[in-house]
């Protein structure tokens, strides 16, 4: 069963950065696509970012200034996130699927705890 765990959430001020880790194990040899998504109470889980390789894409509300990425020696992957706003605010979710890139949350298979993020003066 593969294992995903979230990290680095906290609260931070608007503009400011947070970098979000998500440490991954088990049979990772099946996974082929890694995705951050976000929910706020009371609605539905929104997609922020998904990589596959070395190809990434974003949600058009964060493009420029999240970014995507991850080390495979580490099992890990990463959401840094600058420029953050209040909208930012939400509950943060690692998630992995078997299959190619996707957009989707229903599309992947494997989901951690999540981490909370907000933004606030």
């Known amino acids: 069963q593969v294992r995903l765990v979230e990290s680095g959430g906290g609260s931070v001020q608007p503009g400011g950065s947070l970098r979000l880790s998500c440490a991954a194990s088990?049979?990772?040899?099946?996974?082929?696509?890694m995705g951050w998504f976000r929910q706020t109470p009371g609605t539905e889980r929104a997609w922020v970012a998904s990589?596959?390789?070395?190809?990434?894409i974003y949600a058009d509300s964060v493009k420029g200034r999240f970014t995507i990425s991850q080390d495979n020696s580490k099992n890990t992957l990463y959401l840094q996130m600058d420029s953050l706003k209040p909208e930012d605010t939400a509950m943060y979710y690692c998630a992995a699927r078997i299959g190619a890139i996707s957009m989707w949350w229903r599309d992947y298979q494997y989901w951690g705890q999540g981490t909370q993020v907000t933004v606030s003066s």
């Open positions: 088990g049979p990772l040899y099946s996974i082929y696509t």
């Open positions: 990589i596959y390789r070395d190809r990434t």
